[in-house]
């Protein structure tokens, strides 16, 4: 729980600027869901169908709605269809279950932003919610500091296409940073590819010869240069 606090104070505001909508007909996971997202900040309103959801998205405005696929009197897919026509900046995920990767792909067709598969993991869920927030900010105000942390909840997820993409981004906008290039770095490695993950860990390196983590990352996969110098550290000692 403390994990999900503390991942949730990244983004300021966050109960001010974002309300959620749970709907799904599993009483347990819409409590479930209901504690995790309010002890993150997040306000939470729940539907157990589509047709009371829809009834309550007429009276607040949702800045996310997190929408069963398969649900009596009005399914995910309906529902969908009726939120964008209706409140178009809602941002809806739809919430699947095993054997639904159709539907799923049919739901982003029609306009939902993302999905994530049941069991639902309360980290990367609210990680997903926290990248939707920040995704939806205009680019214009998307700054460099934005688009790595994206990349890293995009990482939290298992989303490495994303993850890629925001990267990238940061690198194009800002190529005498180290990050963007240690973040990509982090994506191949996790992805298997420890020969593309080491040049980028020797690009992030050749920018800043000082940057840490990227150090750490080729002395783990043992490809840190046999003549590199580390930096110096400092220590403060007693005054004299």
Not at 69 to 75: A, I, N
Not at 203 to 228: Q, S, Y
């Amino acid at each position: 729980m403390k994990k999900l606090q503390q991942l949730s104070s990244m983004v300021p505001d966050l109960e001010s600027r974002a309300r959620v909508l749970v709907v799904d007909d599993d009483r347990n996971l819409r409590k479930m869901l209901r504690a995790e997202l309010q002890n993150a900040g997040y306000s939470v309103d729940v539907a157990s169908d589509g047709e009371e959801a829809f009834a309550m998205a007429k009276q607040h405005r949702y800045a996310i709605a997190l929408v069963d696929l398969r649900m009596p009197k009005m399914g995910g897919l309906e529902l969908l269809r009726y939120l964008r026509s209706f409140t178009p900046n809602t941002a809806v995920v739809i919430l699947t279950g095993f054997g639904s990767v159709r539907e799923s792909v049919e739901a982003i067709k029609l306009g939902a932003v993302d999905f994530m598969e049941k069991p639902i993991e309360p980290m990367k869920l609210l990680a997903l919610l926290e990248e939707i927030i920040l995704r939806f900010r205009p680019e214009t105000e998307k700054t460099v500091d934005d688009l790595v942390h994206l990349a890293e909840l995009a990482i939290s997820r298992s989303a490495w296409n994303e993850a890629r993409t925001y990267a990238k981004s940061a690198l194009v906008r800002a190529p005498t940073r180290p990050e963007p290039a240690y973040v990509l770095g982090k994506i191949c490695e996790a992805e298997g590819d420890v020969s593309l993950a080491s040049l980028y860990y020797y690009m992030a390196l050749e920018i800043d010869h000082a940057f840490r983590p990227a150090i750490d990352a080729l002395n783990r996969l043992g490809r840190l240069p046999n003549d590199f110098v580390r930096p110096p550290t400092f220590s403060r000692g007693p005054k004299r």
